[in-house]
């Protein structure tokens, strides 16, 4: 059984930091590309970061660069994503995806589409 698995979220001051981490499991983790998105209620999926297969390439949003990484440990399975600097507009639920490095190379890995498997998502709430 696919699954990805979100946790790290929680309640952090502005400023602060969060570390997210994403556990996959029924996969061989290191076959596929990850990707972080965010979603506020109402609002669409967001691109946040990504990774290739083997920690190679990264991505960010500008509205993360300098403040966020992302990297990943393939004999974990786990994916993570470094949260410093925390605003209030970073408050969102934090998806983690995967997509086959097999599947091709003609996407863009800003777009949900892009991606075959989701997690179920963590809260991140940053205050004031």
């Known amino acids: 059984q696919v699954q990805l698995v979100e946790s790290g979220g929680g309640l952090v001051q502005a400023g602060g930091s969060l570390r997210l981490s994403c556990a996959a499991s029924g996969f061989t983790f290191s076959n596929y590309h990850m990707g972080w998105f965010r979603q506020a209620p109402g609002k669409e999926r967001e691109f946040v970061s990504y990774?290739?297969?083997?920690?190679?390439?990264?991505y960010y949003a500008d509205s993360v660069k300098c403040r966020f990484n992302i990297s990943r440990d393939n004999a974990k399975n786990t994916v993570y994503l470094q949260m410093d600097s925390l605003k209030l507009e970073a408050t969102d639920i934090y998806y983690c995806?995967?997509?086959?490095?097999?599947?091709?190379?003609?996407?863009?890995?800003?777009?949900?589409?892009?991606?075959?498997?989701w997690g179920q998502g963590t809260q991140v709430t940053v205050s004031s």
């Open positions: 995806s995967a997509r086959n490095r097999y599947s091709g190379s003609g996407y863009l890995h800003s777009l949900p589409r892009s991606y075959d498997c």
């Open positions: 990774i290739n297969w083997i920690g190679e390439n990264t």
